[in-house]
């Protein structure tokens, strides 16, 4: 059985399984409906946001490479449009949806007292 913490989930070169081969309970949408948005990992949520990983890269190994890329989720946070699509298998789109996320993370945070 694989699962989003297996270790070959997040190894260099083609990453085999898809995300629709891993067990419902361990799919980052089916985890978040069951247990909440806080109790996933950034690159889970990230995952969520990606939707699609690429040809020989599932979503969530993807999530988890382009997160060191960054040097995480500041760095992420610190990322322009155009720094963001020069990241193998970031489009134009997926630059988008993370920098949308981004930006509704700041507005939330700044509604905080």
Same mark, same amino acid.
């Given at each position: 059985m694989? =699962?989003?913490t297996?270790?070959v989930i997040?190894s =260099?070169g083609?990453? &085999?399984? /898809?995300?629709?081969d891993f067990? /419902?309970?361990?799919?980052?949408?089916?985890r978040l409906r069951?247990?909440?948005? &806080?109790?996933?990992?950034t690159?889970? $949520?990230?995952?969520?946001?990606l939707? =699609?990983g690429?040809?020989?890269e599932?979503?969530i190994?993807?999530?988890?490479r382009?997160l060191s /890329?960054?040097? &995480?989720?500041q &760095?992420? %946070?610190?990322? %322009?449009?155009?720094e $963001?699509?020069?990241?193998k298998g970031?489009?134009? /789109?997926?630059?988008?949806q993370?920098l949308?996320?981004i930006e509704?993370?700041?507005?939330v945070?700044?509604?905080?007292?």
């Amino acid at each position: 059985m694989v =699962t989003a913490t297996d270790e070959v989930i997040y190894s =260099t070169g083609p990453i &085999g399984p /898809a995300i629709r081969d891993f067990p /419902a309970e361990e799919r980052p949408r089916e985890r978040l409906r069951l247990r909440g948005a &806080g109790n996933l990992s950034t690159f889970e $949520l990230m995952a969520i946001l990606l939707r =699609t990983g690429m040809e020989g890269e599932n979503v969530i190994a993807m999530s988890s490479r382009l997160l060191s /890329a960054v040097d &995480g989720l500041q &760095g992420l %946070s610190r990322a %322009s449009y155009e720094e $963001l699509c020069e990241l193998k298998g970031i489009s134009d /789109a997926k630059a988008c949806q993370l920098l949308a996320g981004i930006e509704l993370g700041r507005r939330v945070a700044a509604l905080e007292p």
